[in-house]
């Protein structure tokens, strides 16, 4: 009896791991231990902000990041004063005003990112024909989305000589079937960090990593937080209802 | 009908008029239940707390949601990120309904193991198999409402399956996606047609519990209780253990929405729907995955289909095809060998209906399908006639004596209370 038990839980974990660990393919991931994973896991504030500073900096003349505006950056640790200044940086679109038209203004804390081309065709024209995607959701958007995401920029390398790259095409150890149209963005030294931290490939990919872990899912801290005293709460619970269970049950004669 | 059981006057005056009390009082409360149900029979509870907050999430989320194809992915992300605990609600109705199958699977396979479908209780176990068609109706359509691209792609596939019906197939999938393709019209129907469907189970589920009360929950040994020293009264003794259950239910599940919650789910669906895209793998969601490979084994699309929704119909007649009158797996050491034998393929389907339809993988989900069937079909049929069960004891309460084996089994219609 037991022996059948063992063997189909055995079945099934190695059912449930099969399956979810399918689909990475022929790539080779690079993994990280995130200050974000695990049940206490918790952001880096500065990695994120230096991770905001290349996102800025090299990824957002072709990438879009639409589901976050400029006030959701207090999260980062950034004051009102501080967004306000990012925010003024840009001109947005706004309108129509009272003679219908549309005109352009500063943006305020309450805009969302502009994106950097009006539209998907423009994207595609600017890019070769390949879209960049928006990249709010991207470490969510793939499987191990955070290793992922590290991994595809930092495995930009020369191609082994069997393999024919195509023009417009780069060769990636990391991205699936290893042809990808997005030239490499990072060569290291692309940005200087105000904290004096160290601008190489490795670093700049590993604060991205962070930030845009924060844009797929700004509630992540929380959630572990809450999760961590739910689980006290729930524990307790366990105990107390199994203490009063045998305590009701005592009198009834075991079968 | 006596009202003097309630002390508090208003109470009284109430129940007098409408019984609500002493139905409750004789339903929850003093409602004879075996006294040796082992822990599998706290999944009953279980999915109907699960019911329930699947519904109240749902209500809330429906709040935030917008069905429509341009605004639909954005009002879910909206709801993550700016409404106020939205991303708790999304996650717990996300995870929930995983959840909700892990429980129905474990009450469904419990029924088997344990006979609960034979005699007298057969409208309780067609009514549990009707349950589960809703919730995979209600799981297929809440899957598509966030118009991700396995949403968009799996409504697709599986929409298209009613093609293969002869003569109306065609019409039918131009009504179930009110247009030429899965588009606008689609999502709205679904929409609906999700808000509503929650609410039929729950009816089914009431009659599900009238038909249960009628003869009382089946138990681990499968004799009926032959007198109240079988019993106990629902509360508090069963009433604690489903709390105990429920504890621990709601702390692998608070486990799962507050540490993994993206687990269960799969990460294209964070990608909005393309029509122009197609995903490198369309695999629907985990709870689906026994029956999709049961889909796939058959060549034919018609046939497919037909091993599909058979799978679940053989459910139906289950009580017709199992006539052993021996009710528990315990007595019957054949039967318990191919029931493991049998959840074991159940697994196994699982696990092919994940994998891409090629090479061994095909030929495996086949070997497997035709188990599940030949199982229903011939091996329960067969056992009925052939097995020996061992001795069934002659009361709950009593151990083992020898002898006879049919003491108490079988159809006769328990008269208690
Ligand atoms: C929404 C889904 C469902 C709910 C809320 C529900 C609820 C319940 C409850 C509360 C019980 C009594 C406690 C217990 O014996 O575990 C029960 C018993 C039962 N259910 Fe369900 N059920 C559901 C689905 C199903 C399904 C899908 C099946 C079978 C295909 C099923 C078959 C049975 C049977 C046969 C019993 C009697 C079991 C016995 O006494 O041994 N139920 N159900």
Request: glycine share 8%; aromatic share 16%.
């Amino acid at each position: 009896m037991m022996k059948w038990r063992t063997a189909l839980i055995f079945c099934w974990i190695t059912f449930v791991t099969n399956v979810f660990a399918a689909g990475s393919g022929d790539v080779v991931l690079k993994h990280k231990d995130w200050s974000f994973n695990g049940p206490f896991g918790t952001l880096d504030k500065a990695a994120m902000q230096r991770g905001f500073q290349a996102y800025r900096e090299i990824c957002a003349s072709c990438h879009s990041l639409d589901y976050i505006a400029f006030r959701n950056l207090s999260d980062l640790g950034y004051s009102e004063a501080e967004i306000k200044a990012f925010a003024s940086e840009y001109e947005v679109e706004d309108g129509p005003n009272d003679d219908g038209e549309m005109f352009m203004r500063p943006g305020i804390a309450a805009d969302r990112f502009p994106a950097p081309y009006p539209n998907e065709a423009a994207a595609r024209a600017g890019n070769g024909g390949a879209y960049p995607p928006d990249l709010s959701l991207i470490t969510k958007a793939r499987a191990n989305g955070p290793d992922y995401l590290y991994s595809l920029l930092t495995s930009y390398k020369e191609p082994p000589s069997d393999k024919d790259v195509p023009d417009g095409m780069y060769y990636n150890a990391a991205y699936p079937g290893n042809l990808i149209a997005m030239p490499q963005p990072i060569y290291g030294e692309d940005v200087t960090y105000a904290d004096g931290s160290p601008a190489d490939v490795s670093s700049i990919s590993s604060d991205l990593v962070y930030f845009l872990t924060w844009t797929a899912e700004p509630s992540i801290e929380k959630r572990k937080r809450t999760g961590v005293k739910v689980m006290i709460f729930l524990l307790i619970m366990v105990g107390m209802s199994y203490g009063a269970m045998k305590f009701i049950w005592a009198d009834v004669k075991k079968v | 009908m006596s009202t003097n059981k309630f002390s508090n006057p208003v109470v009284r005056w109430i129940d007098h008029r409408l019984p609500i009390f002493s139905f409750m009082d004789h339903e929850l409360n003093e409602y004879p239940t075996p006294k040796n149900l082992n822990y599998f029979w706290n999944f009953g509870s279980l999915a109907g707390i699960s019911l329930v907050i699947m519904i109240v999430t749902g209500i809330v989320l429906a709040m935030s949601y917008t069905p429509h194809v341009d605004h639909a992915f954005q009002s879910v992300e909206r709801i993550m990120r700016d409404v106020n605990h939205g991303w708790l609600i999304r996650y717990i109705h996300m995870n929930g309904a995983s959840f909700f199958f892990i429980v129905v699977f474990i009450h469904i396979f419990r029924g088997l193991y344990y006979g609960s479908y034979k005699a007298p209780r057969e409208l309780l176990w067609i009514l549990g198999v009707l349950i589960l068609l809703l919730m995979m109706a209600t799981a297929f359509m809440g899957y598509v409402l966030p118009w991700g691209q396995m949403s968009f792609w799996g409504a697709t596939v599986i929409t298209n399956l009613f093609s293969a019906i002869p003569l109306v197939g065609d019409s039918i999938v131009t009504m179930l996606w009110g247009g030429f393709s899965v588009d606008n019209p689609t999502l709205n129907r679904f929409f609906a047609l999700h808000y509503l469907m929650p609410f039929l189970i729950v009816g089914v589920v009431i009659l599900h519990l009238v038909a249960l009360h009628r003869f009382g929950s089946n138990n681990p040994i499968g004799i009926d209780p032959s007198g109240p020293q079988d019993t106990v009264p629902f509360h508090p003794y069963y009433t604690i253990k489903d709390f105990f259950g429920l504890s621990v239910f709601l702390s692998l599940f608070a486990a799962a929405i507050f540490f993994f919650p993206n687990f269960m789910g799969h990460p294209d669906n964070y990608i909005p729907a393309n029509p122009m895209q197609t995903p490198a793998h369309i695999v629907p969601e985990w709870y689906f995955l026994p029956f999709y490979a049961i889909l796939r084994a058959v060549p034919d699309k018609l046939g497919g289909v037909l091993a599909m929704f058979g799978a679940i119909a053989v459910l139906f007649i289950l009580p017709w095809l199992d006539r052993s009158p021996i009710r528990s797996g315990n007595f019957r050491p054949i039967f318990r060998i191919f029931f493991w034998v049998f959840a074991a393929d159940c697994v196994a389907l699982g696990y092919l209906g994940g994998m891409p339809a090629e090479g061994i993988y095909v030929v495996l989900s086949r070997v497997a399908t035709a188990w599940y069937f030949l199982h229903f079909l011939v091996i329960l049929p067969l056992l009925s006639v052939i097995e020996t069960p061992k001795p069934l004891p002659q009361s709950l309460s009593k151990s083992v004596l020898g002898g006879t084996a049919m003491v108490g089994a079988a159809s006769a219609v328990k008269e208690k209370i």
